[in-house]
């Protein structure tokens, strides 16, 4: 799936490949997540570290020199868990023997405390966006950028966005990337989560059930267009959301 010369899909992930720039963009790892659910008495295996590992590895394949994490890398809000820590440096540790050469967070809602340990290792750390420079910018998508109006497209995550099916009166959800335009003339390309355990929030009408303020009161929800990204299923572009969910009513 290519949205234009500078931007695809990278084959079936939930990645977006700037190929002119050789960066490779992902969101939402949430880092720590099974610690924070074992607190609260739900008991998960640990598999976020492993798999964000194998979409590293992936990445790795195609010969990026450059990762941007738009936003949270890590899970809990209060603190710095020792289960972040580790798995954050184990992370790192592991891209820092690839071909990979720079990574570079821009912080996300959940990215706190985290500065410094990430400044240690030498990983550039933005607090709001990144401007990428020919119109494109990558933030988190929890607040609103600045100067948003210069930009063409913005690439985003924390939406967390899933599309829900229904087979033969069974109901499965799947990630989705949207892409969804803006009332500015600009588009947000809102990016699936990398992190397991990240089901999402079923794309909807309802611009109250968005997370992103971006998405509340700058997106144009009913052309938001889902697109499926499932290393199984493949990349499947759907109807906008108003065409779906009128066909919805119509049955």
Known sequence: MIFNEKLKILNRLPVLAYEKESIAIISDIHLGYEEAMASQGVYLPKLQLKRAKTIINEINKYNFKKIVIAGDLKHVFEKLTRQERAEILEFMSSIAKLNI????????NHDTYVS?????????VEENYLDLGEGLAVTHGHKIIDNIDKYQIIIMGHEHPSVEINLSGSKIRLQALLKMP??????ALVLPPIGLYQTGTVVNLDKNSYLSPISRELGDIENIVPIIVDREIGVI???????????????
């Not at 050469?101 to 996300?108: A, H, R």
């Not at 340990?117 to 550039?124: H, Y």
């Open 101 to 108: 050469k720079e990574i570079i967070l821009v912080k996300g």
């Open 116 to 124: 410094n340990l990430l400044k240690d290792l030498g990983i550039q």
């Open 182 to 187: 803006l009332k500015n003339g600009s588009i």
């Open 237 to 251: 572009e759907l109807p906008r959301l108003g065409n779906i969910f009128r066909r919805q009513e119509e049955f």
